[in-house]
């Protein structure tokens, strides 16, 4: 395993011309799929004959915040994109009648290693994407996720082998016990986000992101657990990326992921935190199309 060096080559300058037209919009209409009693939107873009690519956002996140930019990005290297919003995000299913959990409690419980009372778990939304793809009929697809959608999108990849192309693992972790907390306060930051109130919850709702389902998703994190074993059973092929400034799961978050998936590549970017600045989704995009390649 080692490091992949981009390279600025014919294949990669061939791999970003617009093969299909871009044409996703963030407000574009959705559709709707029972899963088990839950709700779940999805939609999609592109050439419907062109390989599927199926995005897994992150921690409270619709699929809008991508962003069109990246999105489109997939479909102009010649890919068909799927999105859906997970379950308590966005347009899919509000789970408030699970109640919100004593977030405070539950984290000691796993602390001192009680088991975590979790309202559902990664599996449970890994299974929800998996749903979504036999909506569409698509019997494979390339797997990205980002943060608590890139664990999704790694129990994708080693519970759904059959149904992975390949796997994207985008600024996320294995859970391992020994692996840097958060830093800077950017832990705090995050529980901060679920207590907003006001102004700040509307804007956040309007996003599709609802503070009061937090803690559940928070929860199913934590209920996962060191999900290294699972992870180290991945064949697909995978591509792991990371922000050299993450603070919420700093580097080795992503190093050790990588090192637990053998033949993985793994790219490490400056002047990226925990998100996709504008002026490395360009970079991004190319090692996502290489890799697809």
Request: no cysteine.
């Amino acid at each position: 395993m080692k490091r992949l060096t981009i390279l600025v080559s014919a294949v990669g300058i061939l791999l970003w011309a617009s093969i299909v037209q871009a044409d996703y919009s963030r407000d574009q209409p959705m559709t709707k799929i029972d899963v088990n009693g839950v709700e779940i939107a999805y939609t999609q873009a592109g050439d419907v004959s062109a390989p599927p690519v199926l995005l897994v956002m992150g921690l409270t996140a619709s699929h809008r915040l991508w962003g069109e930019d990246f999105v489109n990005g997939i479909i102009d290297a010649g890919y068909r994109v799927v999105l859906f919003d997970n379950r308590d995000t966005g347009d899919s299913a509000r789970l408030d009648a699970l109640g919100e959990p004593t977030l405070w409690w539950q984290m000691l419980k796993a602390t001192i290693g009680l088991d975590v009372d979790a309202p559902y778990s990664l599996k449970d939304m890994a299974a929800d994407a998996i749903a979504v793809l036999d909506a569409l009929q698509i019997e494979r697809a390339h797997i990205v996720g980002a943060s608590m959608g890139g664990m999704i999108a790694q129990i994708i990849a080693a519970d759904y082998p059959e149904r992975t192309l390949s796997l994207v693992s985008i600024m996320s972790t294995t859970g391992a016990p020994h692996l840097p907390e958060a830093q800077g306060g950017a832990g705090n930051d995050l529980l901060e986000l679920g207590d907003s109130e006001g102004d700040a919850q509307a804007q956040l709702e309007e996003m599709g992101m609802f503070p009061d389902a937090m803690p559940r998703q928070l929860l199913a994190i934590v209920s996962a657990g060191d999900r290294s074993e699972a992870v180290s059973r991945i064949k697909a092929p995978t591509l792991v990326l990371h922000g050299e400034d993450d603070n919420l799961l700093p580097k080795e978050h992503g190093q050790h992921t990588h090192e637990m998936i053998d033949g993985s590549s793994f790219i490490v970017y400056p002047g990226m935190g925990h998100n996709m600045p504008p002026e490395v989704v360009p970079q991004i995009l190319q090692a996502m199309a290489q890799h697809f390649f």
